[in-house]
C-alpha cells in the first residue's frame, strides 16, 4: 500500500495511469480506478481508449459508484431526499434555537449539509449532543437517523460502514489492486476503509502535497502506507495576466486567444478554461464561445429543475394546484404545443385576456386539435386536487404524466445546442422519475396523502436535483472548475476570474457548528474542516489551476464590476503581478459568424412590390413619420404588422393607452364644446377603457387618474380659441397628394377664423422633452404629421394655412409650434412668415412623397438612431448591428 504525493504538476495521476496501463496490456481487469466524480472517471476513460485501450468502462469509476456496487439492495436517500427527511425531522422536533430560522430554505440547506458532514465523519446524534451548541443539532440528528431507518433509507456513511464490514468479512473477491486518485482528504469512515481495503488488495492512493491534505497522509502513514514523494515533472508554463475593462470583455479576450492558437494549429481539445466555480462566468463564456464559434464543453451539472421538460411536468401541477391560472399556464401550454401553428395567436388571445382561470376559458380561446387534445389532458390533473392517495400511488400517477411531454424527431443540420437539448430530454424523463420515487420514499408507503403534500416535498427533490447533459464531442475546449481540473493537463489554459473572494472564495464560519466546536471534536480523533482550513485550500486549488498547462497559462481578471466600480484583483496573483502584459485586452477582431449578415435592404421581387404598393395605397401620417424614422421599423410594423405579445394585466396602464385616455377625453369633451366637466370626463373613460383592457384597479391605475386630470385641467385654462374662431375636432380628411398617393387621418382640433385662416392642433400625450424632439424632426422632415394635417386644412377644406402646433397634454401641458404671428399666439410657438409656413408644408409634402415611393420600391433599411431605437418595439429582430452602438452612444450623451 502506497500514498503518493507530490505538488500539483508533479505527475501522480501520471504513474497511476502508467500501472493501469500495464494491467490492462497484460489483458486483466482485476483492478479498479476510483476518482471522485463522474466526469474524471470519464476523462480517465478517454485518455486509456486513446492509448488504444479496451476495457470495460466500470474498471475506472467514481468511490460512490464502487461503494454502492459493493453493497446492493440499499437504498440511498438522494440530496433531495435527505433534505425532505432533515425538514420533516426539524419539523417535528422543532428545536426551539432555530425556531426564528427553521421556515428559511438557506437554515435548511445548512442543516442538512452538517447532518451529512457528520454522519461521513462518523460522529453520530449521541456524540454531537456534547459538542458545545450540539444539544439542538443532536435532536434533529437523532430523528433524521430514526426516519431513514423506518423508510429503508441509508445514507453515503451507512454504505461506508456497510461496504466495510463487507470488505473486513469477505474481503474484495475478483480484485487485487484499486487505485484512488484525484482526492485531497478523506473522512474518517473513508480511511477505515481504506484500511481494511489494504489488508485485501494493493492499494495506491494519490494526495496533494497540501496543507488540506496533511492530516489524511499522516493518518495513512501510521496504517503502514509507504510513502513516494515526487516532484514536479510538468515544464513550467509561461504565464500571462490579462486584466480586462470588464467581464465581458475578459470572456472576449480568451476567445479570441482560443482563435489565435486554434488558427496556429492547436487542437480545441488541447486548451482549457478554469473557473473557481459555475457563475458568473459560465453563462458568459457559454454565449461568447456561441458567438465566437469556438466548440466548448462545459463541465458543469445543471439544475434538473431548470429543464424545459421539467418545467413543463412541474408547471402543469402547479397550475393545476393553482386553480388553473391562465399566466401561470402560458409557458406549459407553450412548451405542450409547441408545434402547434396556431400557438402565437392563441397565446395572445389568452394573454389579453389575463387576468383569467380555469381550462374551459381557454378550450372555448381555440380550436386548434393540439391545443385541445393537451387542455384535455390536463383538465385530467383537476381529479388530483381533492384526491388523498398513498405515496406509491402518486409517484405512478406522476410518473405517468411523462407521456405529455411532446417528443419532436431529431432532424440534421440543427446547432449544438439544440441537438443537445433534444439528447437530453430521455435522460431528463429518466431523472424526473427517479425525482419522483425518491420524493415517494421519504413518506410512509400506507399513509395517504395529499397532492399538495406530496408535491411540496417533490419540488424540493427537483430542486436538488442536477442534470448532465452527455456530450461527446472530442474536439473541444474544456471549462471545468479548479476541483474538476486536477487531473488535466492541457497545452493552454486560461484562469479566469481572479478576483478577491471569487478566487480565492471566502468562506464564513458554519452558524451551526463553530469552529472551536470543531476543533474539540477533531481532538477527540474526528476531522472536521474548519473555516482557516477551507481558506487554506483556496491557494492548493490556484496552485492546481495554474499548473494545468504545458505551453501558457493565461490569468485573467476584470478591471471593473458592472456597475463601474473597481474590482479588486486577487492576492493570489501578487507573485505573478510583473507578467502584467497588458491592462487593456486587443482590439476588438469581431467574432467569425456562421450566418454573415445580410446587407440586402430592399425587395426586389416585383409580385413582392406590387404587394406593397397595394398595402400601402393610404397612408396615415404616423405611418409615414414612422418610415422616415427607420424604413425597417415602418416595414416590421404597417406591413408584417408583426406585434408584441400583449402586457401583463399590470403593466397595460402604459404610455401608449394613457394616450387612448387622453385622446378619448378630449374628443368627448370638444364634442360637448368644453362643457363636461374634466374630472368626471377623466374618471369615465379611465373606468371605461381600464374595465374593457381588464387593467387591475390598483394605485397604479390611481396615480394614472390623478396625472390625467391634473395635466387636463391645466390644458382647459389654455384651451379657449381666440374671440370669434371657430374650433372643431377630430375631423377626418383624405388627401391626395401628386399622382396616387393618398395620406387619411384625422386632425385633432382645427381652429378657424372668420376670415378663413386655419391653425390645426396635434394632441401628445407626452412631455416636453419629447416635443422638443418632435419639433426638431420637423426641421429634417423626419416629422411631417402637423404639416399634413394643415395642407389637408388648406387644399381639402379651402382655408388660409395660418399655423400647426403640437400640444402636449402630459405634466406641465406645454404647446408649441409655428404661426404666421398671430397675435393670440405671440407668447407660444415660433412666428414665421407666410412663405416660410408654406415652405415648410412642401418640404413635408416632398418627404412623404420620397417615402411613399420608397415604400412601394421596398426600401427596409434600418437606420439606427439613439432616440428611436431606445423605444423601438423591434429591437429584437433588429438586424441592424450598430443598435447597440447608437444606444451606446444615446447613453454617452
Ligand atoms: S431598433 Fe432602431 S434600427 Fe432597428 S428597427 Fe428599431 S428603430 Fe430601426
Not at 406590387?610 to 415602418?634: I, K, N, S
Request: charged share 25%.
Amino acid at each position: 500500500m502506497v500514498v503518493l504525493t507530490g505538488p500539483p504538476g508533479s505527475g501522480k495521476t501520471h504513474v497511476i495511469f502508467q500501472e493501469v496501463c500495464q494491467i490492462l496490456a497484460a489483458g486483466r481487469s482485476d483492478f479498479r480506478f476510483l476518482v471522485p466524480s463522474a466526469t474524471m472517471a470519464e476523462h480517465i476513460r478517454n485518455r486509456l481508449a486513446r492509448e488504444g485501450h479496451v476495457f470495460r468502462p466500470g474498471l475506472i469509476q467514481t468511490f460512490s459508484k464502487f461503494i454502492e456496487e459493493l453493497t446492493p439492495g440499499r437504498r440511498q436517500a438522494s440530496g433531495g431526499a435527505f433534505q425532505a427527511i432533515v425538514d420533516q425531522a426539524l419539523e417535528s422536533v422543532s428545536p426551539a434555537g432555530y425556531t426564528p430560522v427553521a421556515d428559511l430554505d438557506g437554515f435548511r440547506r445548512v442543516l442538512a449539509n452538517l447532518i451529512e458532514e457528520l454522519s461521513l465523519g462518523g460522529c453520530d446524534s449521541a456524540t454531537i449532543r456534547t459538542a458545545p451548541g450540539g444539544e439542538e443539532i443532536a435532536g434533529v440528528y437523532r430523528d433524521v437517523e430514526n426516519r431513514l431507518a423506518r423508510r429503508g433509507l441509508t445514507t453515503r456513511a451507512g454504505r461506508l460502514t456497510a461496504t466495510l464490514s463487507g470488505v473486513e468479512s469477505n474481503g474484495l473477491p475478483g480484485l487485487s489492486a484499486v487505485y484512488f486518485d484525484g482526492f485531497s482528504s478523506f473522512s474518517n469512515l473513508e480511511i477505515r476503509l481504506l484500511e481494511a481495503l489494504a489488508k485485501t488488495v494493493n492499494l495506491t492512493i494519490t494526495l496533494p502535497d497540501s496543507p488540506g491534505s496533511a492530516t489524511t497522509l499522516e493518518r495513512l502513514l501510521s496504517l503502514g502506507f509507504q510513502l513516494r514523494t515526487l516532484t514536479r515533472r510538468r515544464p513550467e508554463a509561461a504565464v500571462v495576466v490579462v486584466a480586462a475593462p470588464d467581464i465581458t470583455s475578459e470572456a472576449e479576450e480568451v476567445a479570441r486567444r482560443i482563435l489565435a492558437h486554434h488558427a496556429e494549429g492547436v487542437h480545441f481539445r488541447e486548451m482549457g478554461v478554469v473557473l473557481r466555480s459555475e457563475k458568473p462566468y459560465v453563462p458568459l463564456l457559454e454565449a461568447t464561445f456561441e458567438r465566437f464559434g469556438i466548440p466548448a464543453r462545459f463541465y458543469f451539472s445543471r439544475p434538473l429543475s431548470g429543464h424545459p421538460v421539467v418545467q413543463f411536468l412541474t408547471g402543469g401541477i402547479d397550475a393545476a394546484l393553482g386553480g388553473w391560472e391562465h399566466e401561470a399556464l402560458l409557458p406549459v401550454l407553450r412548451f405542450g404545443a409547441a408545434a402547434d401553428p396556431s400557438l402565437d395567436r392563441f397565446e395572445f388571445k389568452v394573454r389579453r385576456n389575463l387576468p383569467a382561470r380555469g381550462i374551459v376559458p381557454l378550450r372555448e380561446m381555440t380550436r386548434s386539435g393540439g391545443i385541445q387534445h393537451l387542455l384535455e389532458n390536463l383538465e385530467r390533473l383537476d381529479s388530483w386536487r381533492g384526491a388523498v392517495l398513498t405515496p406509491p400511488e402518486w409517484e405512478r400517477r406522476i410518473a405517468d404524466l411523462t407521456g405529455l411531454v411532446p417528443l419532436e424527431a431529431p432532424r440534421d443540420g440543427v446547432s449544438h445546442n439544440l441537438a443537445a437539448l433534444w439528447r437530453s430530454r430521455t435522460v431528463v424523463l429518466r431523472q424526473f422519475q427517479s425525482a419522483v420515487s425518491d420524493a415517494a420514499c421519504t413518506f410512509d408507503p400506507e399513509q395517504p396523502v395529499t397532492l399538495d403534500a406530496f408535491w411540496r416535498v417533490l419540488k424540493g427533490v427537483v430542486r436538488l436535483s442536477s442534470l448532465r447533459v452527455p456530450d461527446h464531442r472530442r474536439d473541444v475546449v474544456h471549462v471545468m472548475d479548479a476541483i474538476e481540473a486536477r487531473q488535466w493537463e492541457l497545452r493552454n489554459a486560461f484562469v479566469c476570474g481572479l478576483l478577491e473572494k471569487q478566487f480565492p472564495r471566502y468562506h464564513s464560519e458554519n452558524p451551526l457548528l463553530s469552529d472551536e466546536s470543531r476543533e474539540l471534536l477533531n481532538r477527540s480523533g474526528f476531522r472536521f474542516r474548519t473555516t482557516a482550513d477551507r481558506q487554506r485550500e483556496e491557494q492548493f486549488l490556484f496552485d492546481v489551476a495554474v499548473s494545468r498547462a504545458t505551453a501558457e497559462t493565461v490569468l485573467s481578471y476584470p478591471l471593473r464590476d458592472p456597475s463601474g466600480e473597481d474590482n479588486l484583483p486577487s492576492f493570489l496573483l501578487s507573485k505573478y503581478q510583473a507578467k502584467v502584459l497588458s491592462r487593456d485586452v486587443r482590439p476588438q477582431s469581431g467574432p467569425p459568424r456562421s450566418r454573415p449578415y445580410s446587407a440586402s435592404t430592399s425587395i426586389s421581387d416585383s409580385l413582392l412590390q406590387e404587394q406593397l404598393r397595394g398595402r400601402h395605397a393610404v397612408l396615415r401620417p404616423t405611418a409615414v413619420e414612422t418610415f422616415l424614422q427607420c424604413p425597417f421599423r415602418f416595414f416590421v410594423r404597417h406591413t408584417l404588422k408583426l406585434d408584441s405579445a400583449p402586457a401583463a394585466p399590470e403593466k397595460r396602464l402604459d404610455a401608449l393607452l394613457k394616450g387612448i385616455v387622453v385622446h378619448t377625453v378630449m374628443q368627448r369633451w370638444h364634442s360637448s364644446d368644453g362643457g363636461m366637466e374634466i374630472p368626471s370626463l377623466v374618471n369615465a373613460v379611465v373606468d371605461e377603457i381600464c374595465s374593457s383592457e381588464k387593467v387591475p384597479d390598483n394605485f397604479r391605475r390611481e396615480m394614472a387618474r390623478i396625472e390625467i386630470v391634473s395635466a387636463l385641467m391645466k390644458f382647459t385654462d389654455m384651451a379657449e380659441a381666440p374671440e370669434g374662431w371657430k374650433t372643431s375636432a377630430e375631423k377626418a380628411f383624405e388627401l391626395r397628394l401628386q399622382g396616387d398617393v393618398v395620406v387619411s387621418g384625422r386632425i385633432d382640433r382645427l381652429d378657424v377664423a372668420p376670415d378663413g385662416r386655419a391653425i390645426v392642433f396635434d394632441y401628445k400625450y407626452s412631455g416636453g422633452k419629447r416635443l422638443k424632439r418632435i419639433m426638431a424632426g420637423h426641421e429634417s422632415h423626419r416629422n411631417v404629421q402637423v404639416c399634413l394635417y394643415l395642407l389637408a386644412a388648406s387644399r381639402i377644406l379651402g382655408h388660409e394655412p395660418a399655423g400647426m402646433f403640437y400640444w402636449s397634454l402630459k405634466g406641465d401641458c406645454r404647446v408649441d409650434g409655428w404661426h404666421v404671428s398671430l397675435p393670440d399666439y405671440k407668447k407660444i410657438g415660433t412666428a414665421i412668415t407666410s412663405g416660410e409656413l408654406m415652405e415648410m408644408l412642401e418640404g413635408s409634402e416632398a418627404a412623404t412623397l420620397e417615402a411613399a415611393s420608397e415604400i412601394r420600391a421596398g426600401r427596409i433599411t434600418p437606420t439606427p438612431d439613439p432616440e428611436i431605437c431606445r423605444y423601438c418595439e423591434f429591437r429584437d429582430v433588429c438586424r441592424a448591428r450598430s443598435v447597440s452602438k447608437a444606444l451606446a452612444a444615446g447613453d454617452a450623451e
